[in-house]
């Protein structure tokens, strides 16, 4: 199973940046989509951003459109989040997770890592 590690959260104020990473073990990821999906207290996982790791093709939530980037970097292994203009309904733990091309859920999480914004 391949192992995913996310590194790049912490606390920014309204109107900041950050980015997130998300370095997988496994060195081929074909035919995988890696997403980023949040979580804030009390509330239902969210989807944030995805990316086809053998294509460009890349998606987005709404709330998030215009604000964020997914990008990956095949040499590394790692893809990337970056996050711009951010809000304090931002603020939750931030999770990296892979699943086939085609598939409907994601089977393969990493441990998460908190982004809090303040106002």
């Known amino acids: 199973q391949v192992q995913l590690v996310e590194s790049g959260g912490g606390m920014v104020q309204a109107g900041g940046s950050l980015r997130l990473s998300c370095t997988a073990s496994a060195r081929t990821l074909s035919y995988y989509v890696i997403g980023w999906l949040r979580q804030a207290p009390g509330k239902d996982r969210e989807f944030v951003a995805a990316v086809l790791w053998s294509g460009e093709n890349t998606a987005y939530g709404d709330s998030v459109k215009g604000r964020f980037t997914i990008s990956k970097d095949a040499a590394k292994n790692t893809v990337y989040l970056q996050m711009n203009n951010l809000k304090p309904e931002d603020t939750a733990v931030y999770y990296c997770?892979?699943?086939?091309?085609?598939?409907?859920?994601?089977?393969?999480w990493g441990q998460g890592t908190q982004v809090t914004v303040s106002s």
């Open positions: 997770a892979t699943k086939p091309r085609g598939a409907a859920d994601y089977s393969n």
